[in-house]
Structures are given as C-alpha cells and as structure tokens.
C-alpha cells in the first residue's frame, strides 16, 4: 500500500492526539484522494487550513495525492509567509461577521454585545448553519468539528475555549477584532443595528422608574425592544471592556 508523510503546523495540532503534534505522521493511502479528503481523514477541518505545502510547492485542496508525498499543512497565521504561493483555503473575512451553532448563546451575546454581526438561533440544525455562513460569507463558530467539515463552510473557527469569556478572548484575538468593536450598537436579542430613542419614546416600553432613572435609550427596530444602560448593561460592559483590552 502507498503511504504519505504529513505533518501539521501551529493551531492544527489541537485537533491531533497529543502524540502526533508536530511530528511527520506517516499514514497508509489506499487510493487516490484529494488533498481536502486526506487532511479531513486526519481530523483537520478544511476551513481551518490556509497554506498546504506538497513536496515543497504550494497546492489546492483539489490536488491529488497518489502516494510518496510528503504534505505540510499550515493555518492561516503561522510562521510561515504565503507570499506567492498558492492558498489552498479562503483568508478570513475582515468583517467580524459570524454564525454560531446553539451551543455558543452566551458567546453570541457578547459578540453583539461588542458590536459584531452575529447570526444565531439556538435550535439551528447544522445545515442551516452552512447554508447561512456560504449564503452570507459569514464565519462559523462551534464546537462541533463535523460542522466544520461540510464543503459549502468556507470560514470556520472550532472554539477552543469552554467558558464564554475564554472564548469571547480567543475569538478576538484570532479575528483580530479590537480595533473594530462597536459595543452596544446591537441588539442582543436579533443582532438588529440599534437606533437611539428618546424618553418619550422610551416611555411606553420600560418601567416608570427607569425612565426616571435614565436618559440615554436605544431601541430595535426589528423586535422593538428597549435597552438602556442598567445593571445588566453594567455587567457585559465590563466583560466586554476586559476582553478588548486583553486582546
């Protein structure tokens, strides 16, 4: 049986056994297949690969490997400069547009807390997640590495971190997103862009004793509710001041 030699570089390591990081892994090839098919049979997600290396020259994801290879395989920031070669997956929208399977509500929340493009339906099934990041252009965010695994997913993160606030800081960090937070421009709720309001307008959709309390209101256009800036308000600003000044 034909073998190949692949090695993974960087971040990729997390999704290998702990004895395979950084090490050549030499592995059986039954058949032909492409580069996508082998990297995937390892447990790497395509969407996490930008740079795949085969014998030495850069290639696609379509390149056939047919056996004898050796194949280097490198996330999108790593030591390794992609200057003139050929990128085999997608550079990552600058954007800070995402899509959240239903296990990241509270990471959902403190994206759009921070003023992020955040799709998320708790009860979303995996393919309507695909279908929302390649209709979008969005990035996926989860933890489920089948879901990054579907061709139409282009941009995807598997999370690392297990507490939101842990995975808020990676994801900024990752997306590099500080420099482009716009907290509480959002609707936390529906991801609706907020509009200021008025007291007047505030009136009929808050208690009398917040109105008393506060002047300043922002109200969503798509599911009309009304935010201001109370105790819960206090609470994400500091998680989300934090975390923009670790990142």
Request: contains cysteine; glycine residues 8%.
């Given at each position: 049986m034909a073998s190949v030699v692949?090695?993974?570089y960087g971040e990729l390591g997390d999704f290998l056994d702990v004895r395979l990081r950084g090490a050549a892994i030499?592995?059986?090839?039954?058949?032909?297949r492409s580069v996508k098919d082998l990297i995937e049979s390892l447990g790497v997600p395509h969407c996490e690969v930008f740079v795949v290396l085969v014998d030495g020259e850069s290639a696609t994801f379509d390149r056939v490997i047919e056996g004898g290879e050796r194949i280097a395989v490198y996330p999108e920031f790593s030591e390794l400069d992609a200057t003139g070669?050929?990128?085999a997956g997608a550079p990552s929208p600058s954007?800070?547009?995402f899509v959240l399977d239903g296990h990241l509500g509270r990471l959902a929340a403190y994206l759009r807390a921070a003023g992020f493009d955040v799709a998320y339906d708790r009860d979303a099934a995996d393919d309507s997640i695909a279908r929302?990041?390649?209709?979008e252009d969005r990035v996926v965010l989860t933890r489920d590495v089948g879901l990054l695994k579907r061709s139409i997913?282009?941009?995807g993160r598997f999370v690392r971190a297990t507490a939101p606030r842990g995975?808020?800081?990676e994801i900024v960090r990752r997306f590099r997103l500080a420099?482009?937070?716009a907290p509480f421009t959002r609707c936390l709720r529906c991801n609706t862009p907020l509009v200021p309001a008025t007291k007047d307008e505030a009136r009929d959709a808050v208690p009398p004793r917040i109105v008393e309390r506060f002047d300043e209101f922002a109200r969503c256009p798509t599911c009309r509710r009304t935010f201001w800036r109370g105790t819960h308000h206090a609470r994400i600003a500091e998680v989300v001041k934090a975390v923009l000044g670790r990142a």
């Amino acid at each position: 049986m034909a073998s190949v030699v692949v090695r993974f570089y960087g971040e990729l390591g997390d999704f290998l056994d702990v004895r395979l990081r950084g090490a050549a892994i030499e592995c059986g090839l039954p058949s032909k297949r492409s580069v996508k098919d082998l990297i995937e049979s390892l447990g790497v997600p395509h969407c996490e690969v930008f740079v795949v290396l085969v014998d030495g020259e850069s290639a696609t994801f379509d390149r056939v490997i047919e056996g004898g290879e050796r194949i280097a395989v490198y996330p999108e920031f790593s030591e390794l400069d992609a200057t003139g070669l050929v990128v085999a997956g997608a550079p990552s929208p600058s954007d800070g547009r995402f899509v959240l399977d239903g296990h990241l509500g509270r990471l959902a929340a403190y994206l759009r807390a921070a003023g992020f493009d955040v799709a998320y339906d708790r009860d979303a099934a995996d393919d309507s997640i695909a279908r929302v990041a390649a209709d979008e252009d969005r990035v996926v965010l989860t933890r489920d590495v089948g879901l990054l695994k579907r061709s139409i997913v282009r941009h995807g993160r598997f999370v690392r971190a297990t507490a939101p606030r842990g995975q808020l800081v990676e994801i900024v960090r990752r997306f590099r997103l500080a420099g482009r937070a716009a907290p509480f421009t959002r609707c936390l709720r529906c991801n609706t862009p907020l509009v200021p309001a008025t007291k007047d307008e505030a009136r009929d959709a808050v208690p009398p004793r917040i109105v008393e309390r506060f002047d300043e209101f922002a109200r969503c256009p798509t599911c009309r509710r009304t935010f201001w800036r109370g105790t819960h308000h206090a609470r994400i600003a500091e998680v989300v001041k934090a975390v923009l000044g670790r990142a």
